[in-house]
């Protein structure tokens, strides 16, 4: 079945760093969705990208689909205390509308 | 717009004991709900879907007897853990979703089960 890699499992940086998330699925996905979970929280939508190579930003937030709809990265700029958070990643494949996700990147900030 | 309501949002019960999870859309119908369950620092692992009137498809390793889900409307799904275990013990989310394929999932708030 389809399965979605992502990395890395934690990531920790200071307030101001950049943090980079990427995923991976194996096989072609018809569009990938980010969605940010808060401690206790449950996952809110961020972003879907659809189109090959397709590359969408958020303020401090950039998304990138590969050109072969594959993989996917989510890159934070300046990193801020409020983006702590688990981030993940979730791909459809083909006809199946089901969402796979991946593992998720735990991003905590140190002030 | 787009409100999924979950309840209860956490619940402590005694094995052996079942639990129902209800989880609404407010201002949508929902023709595909899902039932996620995550433990811990884990990622989100889908349980089964449910389509409204049908009975519901569960993922490979998931008891139906055991999580029963019921889709009787358009705007309630419903899942019951029955003959609760501690190892049922996890966070069940619940997401619906507008149209097959091109729209974001919408999540419930979650319901923290623990089972003592």
């Known amino acids: 079945g389809q399965q979605v890699m992502q990395i890395p499992q934690y990531q920790h940086v200071q307030e101001g760093e950049d943090f980079t998330t990427y995923c991976n699925s194996s096989t072609t996905l018809s569009n990938i969705q980010w969605y940010k979970q808060r401690p206790g929280g449950h996952p809110v939508f961020l972003i879907q990208l659809v189109k090959s190579g397709e590359v969408k930003k958020q303020k401090r937030l950039t998304f990138q689909f590969g050109e072969a709809k594959k993989n996917s990265s989510l890159h934070i700029t300046a990193t801020q205390t409020t983006d702590v958070g688990t981030y993940f990643c979730?791909?459809?494949?083909?006809?199946?509308?089901?969402?796979?996700f991946g593992k998720g990147t735990l991003l905590t900030v140190n002030p | 717009g787009a409100v999924v309501s979950q309840h209860p949002s956490w619940v402590i019960c005694k094995s052996g004991t079942s639990v129902k999870i209800e989880c609404r859309s407010l201002d949508f119908q929902a023709t595909t709900m899902f039932w996620y369950r995550q433990f811990p620092k884990q990622s989100l692992m889908l349980m089964a879907t449910?389509?409204?009137?049908?009975?519901?498809?569960?993922e490979q390793g998931v008891e139906k007897d055991k999580f029963l889900i019921n889709h009787a409307s358009l705007t309630l799904s419903t899942l019951t853990v029955t003959s609760a275990h501690p190892e049922d013990s996890s966070f069940y989310i619940c997401s619906a979703d507008i149209t097959h394929g091109d729209s974001p999932l919408h999540f419930g708030n979650g319901t923290r089960l623990t089972v003592t």
């Open positions: 979730a791909g459809r494949g083909g006809s199946n509308y089901k969402l796979t």
């Open positions: 449910s389509n409204e009137g049908s009975k519901a498809t569960y």
